[in-house]
């Protein structure tokens, strides 16, 4: 079954940093661009970042560049969000989802990809 787990969400206080982690099971992560989005309630799902499958492409949406870091770990098939300087503004469940593109250093943050996961909770708030 493949499957992506999301983990690492939390309470945290505005300014601070938590860093997300997407692990994949049932398949591999390395041919795969993974994206990052996010939900808060009564809103639209969010781009927030994603990463190429070779690593050589990120893209940042504005309101997290300078911010927020993607970069992914093959070797144990997990892509990690780190997020600094959090706002309360940054408050949603974020998911990953990985995308099989043609080629190696494509992604996107608009939501072109095929398995997505469920999604874990961060709330900046003091």
């Known amino acids: 079954q493949l499957q992506l787990v999301e983990s690492g969400g939390g309470l945290v206080q505005p300014g601070g940093s938590l860093r997300l982690s997407c692990a994949a099971s049932g398949f591999t992560l390395r041919n795969y661009a993974i994206g990052w989005f996010r939900q808060a309630p009564g809103k639209e799902r969010e781009g927030v970042s994603c990463?190429?499958?070779?690593?050589?492409?990120?893209i940042y949406a504005d309101s997290v560049k300078g911010r927020f870091t993607t970069s992914r770990d093959n070797a144990r098939n997990t892509v990690y969000l780190q997020m600094n300087n959090l706002k309360p503004e940054d408050t949603a469940v974020y998911y990953c989802?990985?995308?099989?593109?043609?080629?190696?250093?494509?992604?996107?943050?608009?939501?072109?990809?095929?398995?997505w996961g469920q999604g874990t909770q961060v709330t900046v708030s003091s």
């Open positions: 989802a990985a995308g099989f593109f043609r080629t190696s250093n494509y992604c996107s943050i608009l939501g072109q990809y095929d398995y």
């Open positions: 990463i190429s499958s070779s690593g050589s492409r990120t």
